[in-house]
């Protein structure tokens, strides 16, 4: 089984031709696979440690180092792509403060998935992986180490397609195929709970924006006129009795 | 009477289960989720505590939550508020996830376990780390100090504690000082500014320290001025932590400092650039070590105690703690193997069994092994099948293999019992590797944690001879019981102590007691008869950006794709196979 050039690859190509055009979000895109890759290594590592079947174990664990290993691939690209920036713009990447949410493989939970179903959402997984990897990689025709990178991952994409194919076609002979298109229609349910959680979002943003301007004031100025009467330094407690435990104020 | 304490929704999430005033266990959700410093309701943890003790949610007859979650979104709201109208961006975020789930702790934690609400107790953030201090720690009066980035609204509170022999116990926080004054959060935005991530990176900023030199301290000083009690203030013209999600520190800040280093690029220390970084985190450390110090100082005046008790994530800070000792007036210093929000799991269930409850007072057992234990069969199993070199072999020749295996260089990744609760291995999930040359210091940082090159190891020694190799102050050995205070190797042993001797000269010693690791000690007695140095580099058994392993099956993936050549859950033995270390996983797999 090899890379295919599908017409969502094709149309893929025409959307991503601009964002991979500048030198600034080709970094941050490549830097944004590195730790995808690196949450998926981390996740197949899990099923690794979960597995009993002793052919897979060893399987994940070699898939896992790979995705590892293509994290560290995109981390060094992106940022050396990154250092080549003038210095000006390099405090603009810098990493948001606060701990980020999500991980890996779709927030899968490896614990509560079979090796079955694993196989069939890793096999589709790895092939729209590679079919975007391969449309990324003609994108990058003027940046030779960048298109190596995307050449190395390819190459491992095909192994972990055929093995998962396989590995699933040996433990599930009979459903084979149904667990694949089960897998399909999960991996389409998830790519609409983000598309809906992310229209929420941006909802729930301006809903919340215009509430900040419209209902706040007063109560900011009331906040900051309390905040000048404090005085800085140590606050004395006064001693709780033993009912405080049962509030959450 | 059986007490379950729960900590969770900011970071490293963690359950565990008080009965009849002594821990049975204790576990943080990232070691059963693998996700580093994992923030999420601890179900996981919360299962597995229940399961090991033999018990249901019905049994339980309180849960406690480490922290008061509307008080805490109140400081949310009102910081939101005071920074009116620079905040606009960080409201909806902020009022997503608050009211979202944080909130609404009592609901998520009665419908998670179906238990009625009235069992559901709050401590407070501060109450949970000072009785994580103090009610773990072999003391019966002691003063108290905590300090972390934020709990509802106290950043730094000081106290006292009292075990009193009627069996009465009372835990006293006399000050504190409000949000945003912090010296957490101070520690965190040089974290965040030298290109590291929070809540994780600030021990590379402690590491990083010792290569530069105190050089901005005095433009620290603008950061952070003192009041006249004795307290400080920070200067919030150079943060944003408080008005932003984005950021933490405000243009002024790169103005007085510099442009901020991205988590991209290396520090070279040969580079000017390099050494700006250094001298910044060296600044910053001294800056928290002089508060600190102040503080404690004075603290001790105030209580006249022999005993400090040091709580929340400040308290990981080694240097700091080594200096509070040397400084403060204090005799000893007792910080618990999991001082930051992960022990407030603990910290909380023990203080409602003492206050709320009343119940007489117990002593707590003084070790950190309150997680799942290792199942060699398990490890046995798996290296078997993957045609694995598998021995089983009884204690004393175990002890003999892998010191031998030490002494010729070998890395060796070591599980033994009950994995510990807090963020650094002691002695049950740990990699251990001879001391001695650089190389090794190197080859560990290189190929088996792939981390920054400018990150020390530390050293296991035995409490009987840890004088001799390492300036242990009165005090010293407490501290160092769980790897919490940073000291001086010899300069007589530095040479033959390279791999775990800082470039200043340090190490952040583990001074082990034999009843707390007769395993490790015993290892560390057969290393000594081989080298004649009974001490051996310490670290935790994981690669960056992992949790450190719980379970042999977790210790063994680890093993399999890094540079370790022999792991032990005694009495199995595994080493790896000559071809194996050159043939790839992926031709075994195929093979």
Redesign the interface.
Known sequence: MGVERSAGGRILRLVHGWIWGDLDRRARKL?SFAEVE?GGG?DI??A???TPD??L???Y??H???E?HHGDLF?ER??TL??ARP?SL??A???????S?G?GLDDLRIEDERDESLLGFLHLSEKAAASRFSVYREIVQDDPATRAVFDEILRDEV?HMNYTYAQLARISPASHRRRLWRARISRLWKQYLRLAAAVA?VL??IV??VQ??IV??P??W???RA?RRER??????Q?EG?ES????? | MKILGISAHYHDSAAALVCDGVPVCAVQEERLSRRKNDAVFPIGAIEWCLDHAGIGPDDLDAVVFYERSMLKFERILISTLRTFPHSWRSFPNAMRNSLGEKVWVRGIISSYLGIPRRKILFTTHHQSHAAAAFLTAPTRRAAILTADGVGEWATLTVGHGDRRVDGGTSITLLRELRFPHSLGMLYSTFTAYLGFSVNEGEYKVMGLAAYGRPTQVDRVRKLIRRTPDGAFALNMDYFEYHSSAKRSYSSRFVELFGPPRTAYEPIDLATAEGQRFADCAASVQRVLEDTLVDITRALHQETGLPDLCFGGGVALNGVANARILAESGFERIFVPPAPGDAGCALGAALYADRVYFGQPDRNVPDHPFWGPAVVSQDLLRAATEDGQTVEELDDARLIERTAAELFADGVVGWMDGACEFGPRALGHRSILAAPHSVKMRDRLNRDIKYREEFRPFAPVTPIETADRYFELPPGGVRLGRFMSGVFRVRPEWREQLAAITHVDGTARVQVLDRDMAPRLSALLEAYGRHSGIPVLLHTSFNVAGEPIVCSALEGYSTFRRCGIDMLIAAPVVVTKRGPSKVRSLKEEALA
């Open positions: 830097l690196t981390r590592l899990r690794a440690e979960m002793p052919l174990r060893r399987l664990l070699a896992a180092i790979d590892l981390r992106g940022a990154l250092r210095q390099r405090s990447a810098a990493p948001a403060w606060l701990p949410d991980h192994f979002r729930s943003t919340l924006t900040y301007f706040v004031p109560f900011a009331l906040a900051k905040e800085p330094g140590w606050t004395v407690l001693p033993r435990l049962t509030r959450q104020y």
